[in-house]
């Protein structure tokens, strides 16, 4: 599937999220394709592009039922007219976007905002410092900070998994932002930060998740090709990956 062109147009501040229409449009199409795979039985990895490729997924488990979703990501992804003078970039409000926060074109397709309750999302790998932490927090949906996972991932999982294990639930998504990882191990992506967690720590979180039965698939994006000539941090994600799916 080929993405809609990125494409800010005449957007100003205030407009709402740009490139909302060619978004929307979109993540119905990718919504079908993941439907059929999870309605088959299939794990899915959806590689590629930037956060809102999470808008696809979630809209295709909200037909199939009621499914959670692990948020693991550097940042909160949490902006919304609420808590922010203006929205614009929906890779910044994802979070926001599938649990129901912001304009109706883009989270209540097919009349089945939101995609994701509050109570049925966790979030994990943001630095202390994210803004919209606390909004969060008091949505209710379980937080847990780098530095907390750097201490111990495998107790990061486990309690994520706890979460979302509940019998209510039909299963669960994962959205890796590969900025996660800290600023000198990942520096090829969008928004590089310092605090972040390393690979052996990636790795130890993504296992025990993805090898969950509720587990139904992950999509991984903003690793930036471009930022990385020599192939070097593509085939240290890759390592990662590949040994967190086996």
């Known amino acids: ?53 999470l808008l696809g997924p979630a809209l295709a488990l909200k037909r ?8 693991l990501d550097g940042h909160s992804d949490f902006r919304t007219v609420d808590n922010s ?13 599938v649990t129901g926060r912001g304009q109706a074109d883009l989270t209540d397709l097919e009349g089945l905002g939101p995609y994701t309750r509050d109570t049925d999302a966790a979030l994990l790998g943001i630095r202390e410092d994210d803004e919209y932490a606390a909004d969060v927090v008091k949505a209710g949906i379980p937080v847990w900070p780098a530095l907390k996972i750097a201490e111990d991932a495998t107790a990061a999982a486990d309690g994520t998994i706890e979460h979302l294990e509940r019998d209510e639930l039909d299963g669960f ?3 890796l932002d590969v900025d996660i990882l800290d600023a000198g191990i990942m520096p090829a992506v969008d928004s590089p930060d310092p605090g972040g967690i390393d690979h052996a720590q990636l790795q130890a979180l993504l296992r025990p998740l993805l090898a969950s039965p509720k587990c ?13 000539q020599d192939g070097v941090y593509a085939a240290e994600l890759t390592d990662t990956l590949v040994a967190a799916l086996s």
């Open 85 to 97: 003078p203006y929205v614009g970039a929906a890779g910044g409000e994802a979070l926001a976007l």
């Open 216 to 228: 139904v698939g992950i999509d991984i994006g903003i690793f930036d090709p471009d930022l990385d």
């Open 173 to 175: 998504w994962v959205h």
């Open 64 to 71: 199939l039922g009621r499914y959670g979703v692990v948020y």
């Open 1 to 53: 599937m080929t993405p809609p062109r990125y494409d800010r147009g005449a957007w100003k501040p205030g407009d709402g999220v740009f490139n909302a229409a060619a978004m929307a449009q979109y993540t119905v199409k990718l919504a079908d394709r993941v439907a059929r795979f999870v309605e088959e039985g299939k794990f899915v990895v959806l590689l590629g592009g930037e956060c809102s490729n």
